[in-house]
């Protein structure tokens, strides 16, 4: 059974930064992709940024470029998003999915799902 728990959210201050972090567990994820999406209140679940397990590759929504980095860490079965340079705009619950094969924007190609952590950018 896939598990996917997200940690690090919480309130920073608009220009700060916050590490999420996505403890996998359940099964060998190596022809998986894995990806972080967010919702603010009231908007639809928008995509964040994705990685290729085995190979690293990336890729982030235009508006992350250049502040948000996502990661991961094989040995820990952990994968990472760090965002640098926070805007109010960034407040949301953000979530870290996980799907077989290469990564998607789209939520609905994502099966496994955490349970979100609240990042709240606000002074």
């Known amino acids: 059974q896939v598990q996917l728990v997200e940690s690090g959210g919480g309130l920073v201050q608009p220009g700060g930064s916050l590490r999420l972090s996505c403890a996998a567990s359940?099964?060998?994820?190596?022809?998986?992709?894995m990806g972080w999406f967010r919702q603010a209140p009231g908007k639809e679940r928008e995509f964040v940024a994705a990685?290729?397990?085995?190979?690293?590759?990336?890729y982030s929504l235009d508006s992350a470029k250049g502040r948000f980095t996502i990661s991961r860490d094989n040995a820990k079965n952990t994968v990472y998003l760090q965002m640098n340079s926070l805007k109010p705009e960034d407040t949301a619950v953000y979530y870290c999915?996980?799907?077989?094969?290469?990564?998607?924007?789209?939520?609905?190609?994502?099966?496994?799902w955490g349970q979100g952590t609240q990042v709240t950018v606000s002074s």
């Open positions: 990685i290729t397990w085995s190979t690293g590759d990336t």
């Open positions: 359940g099964r060998t994820f190596s022809g998986y992709a």
């Open positions: 999915a996980a799907r077989w094969g290469g990564p998607s924007s789209t939520s609905a190609a994502y099966a496994y």
